[in-house]
């Protein structure tokens, strides 16, 4: 059989490129690699038949640090999706104070008008620079203004002071006009030459934004208002005169340009699709709604409360935009959680129904977490060693000194709380907190970190346990 589809985004394919940002979790990279894959498949599908294939949800169980987050992001990217991470516990059951479920679409949806926007702005530009071009001009060689004489005061009102505002300056000759033009056409040149860059010139430019502050009435959201757009719509719209230079004002009105040239109705449709179809949603810290022992001593309004009302969102639903209508029904969801204290099976039967694919992450081990320190395009090694490059020193690491950073970041991990690589961070900061604050005063060219220096800065901090308990 011919194949319908093309073989860009295969599931090897996607986890090779996982692999460049995210050591090991083999098993998560091929649950999202199959979802992701899935959707493009169901793309090539007929309309009949792909309405009723659903996204099969994800729940990731593991360790904090071990890259849950980072593979639901980079698997966005990937895929060039509109994508938003939240967090479970920071909503509450409908009824109480707080955000609910619903605004977890609302920002996704945000997300994907501004993806949208940014593209539809990309596309305009050519003549948007055109339209710049000409304002730029008309501040630069301001034609002459028809000047209307001013009657007295005391004469507005008689026919002489009605004569008075038709006397006006004679029109410009011929010659003038095509004297003005030829100017315009040199001024035009060496604007884009870029020689009129440090001139200074006054604009015109949008007054944007409403300098008080609006509070917005409690339910405003569940509507998908925002009052403060409301206001801003409907007050006039207001300019102010600038100083700036010619470069500068070029980059503000080309920007204005562009945004007078989309189609707002086009873009709000684009971005509707785009994120019921590719929208990703990471629900992060899942395990922290769940009542452990399945009691609850008071009103569960961030608990079961928040996963009863998770249900139809993940389900599918319809939830009311500023944009319009979005529905839920392909939009992926991956949960994640530590699950430390409870577990899985402690959700409620329906979320968990919903969240059909369940993969576990393994703890970090110390070569997963030295490959971490080592090998990612951008890995904590690399980054610092740009960092202290820009004071002209070059800062380099021995194989054996990551080892060694490996090493005793897991034995902290095993000894204390299990934070995953982000121990990396804290082991890196205390190692290279000496060579950050003195570098800038220092003439080396180069300064090598080796395994002696790293047990030097950072054993005694990992055996001396009063000590770890507050820096690491």
């Known amino acids: 059989m011919e194949k319908i589809i093309s073989s860009d985004l295969t599931p090897s394919k996607i986890i090779e490129h996982l692999n460049r940002y995210i050591v090991g979790q083999d098993k998560a990279k091929r649950a999202v690699a199959i979802a992701l894959r899935n959707r493009i498949r169901r793309r090539a599908l007929p309309p009949e038949i792909a309405h009723e294939i659903m996204p099969k949800n994800i729940l990731m169980v593991g360790p904090t640090g071990v890259g849950k987050t980072e593979i639901a992001r980079r698997l966005a990217t990937l895929s060039n999706a509109p994508f938003v991470k939240v967090e479970a516990t920071k909503f509450t059951e409908v009824g109480y104070v707080g955000r609910d479920v619903e605004t977890i679409i609302r920002d996704l949806t945000e997300f994907a008008v501004s993806m949208v926007r940014k593209k539809m702005i990309a596309e305009v530009q050519a003549p948007a620079v055109e339209h710049a071009e000409e304002r730029l001009l008309d501040a630069l060689l301001p034609r002459r203004e028809k000047k209307f004489s001013m009657p007295d005061f005391m004469k507005v009102f008689t026919d002489k002071a009605a004569d008075a505002e038709k006397i006006e300056e004679p029109e410009e000759s011929k010659e003038e006009v095509e004297k003005y033009n030829r100017t315009r056409t040199k001024f035009l040149k060496m604007l884009r030459d870029g020689k009129l860059d440090d001139k200074d010139v006054e604009i015109e430019v949008n007054d944007s934004g409403i300098t008080a502050p609006v509070f917005s009435t409690p339910g405003m959201d569940v509507m ?249």
């Not at 102010?240 to 189609?263: G, N, S, T």
């Not at 019921?276 to 009542?291: T, Y």
């Not at 059909?356 to 490959?371: A, F, G, K, M, T």
């Not at 055996?463 to 308990?469: A, K, M, P, S």
């Open 224 to 472: 998908g208002i925002n009052i403060s757009e409301v206001i801003g719509g409907i007050m006039p719209k207001k300019t102010k005169k600038r100083h700036m230079k010619v470069k500068e004002a070029m980059r503000i009105l080309q920007q204005e340009e562009a945004e007078k040239l989309i189609d707002s109705e086009a873009m709000a449709k684009q971005a509707l699709d785009l994120a019921q179809e590719d929208g990703i949603v990471f629900l992060d810290e899942i395990d922290k709604v769940v009542v452990k022992n399945g009691s609850s001593n008071g009103p569960d309004v961030s608990r079961e409360g928040v996963q009863r009302d998770l249900l139809p969102i993940d389900e599918g639903t319809v939830v009311q935009t500023r944009y319009g209508p979005v529905k839920t029904d392909h939009v992926l969801f991956i949960a994640a959680g530590a699950f430390s204290g409870v577990k899985p099976s402690d959700l409620i039967p329906e979320l968990q129904g919903r969240f059909p694919i369940r993969v576990e992450l393994e703890p970090l081990s110390w070569e997963n977490l030295q490959q971490i320190l080592t090998e990612p395009e951008n890995s904590l090694i690399r980054q610092y060693e740009a960092l202290i490059s820009t004071e002209g020193t070059k800062l380099s690491f021995t194989k054996e000194a990551t080892e060694e950073i490996a090493r005793l970041s897991h034995k902290m991990n095993s000894e204390m709380e299990d934070i995953g690589a982000r121990r990396l961070h804290t082991m890196m900061e205390q190692l290279l907190e000496e060579i950050s604050f003195s570098v800038s005063d220092m003439d080396k060219e180069e300064i090598e970190i080796t395994a002696d220096m790293v047990k030097e800065k950072l054993s005694s901090l990992v055996e001396n346990r009063d000590i770890r308990r507050y820096l690491l």
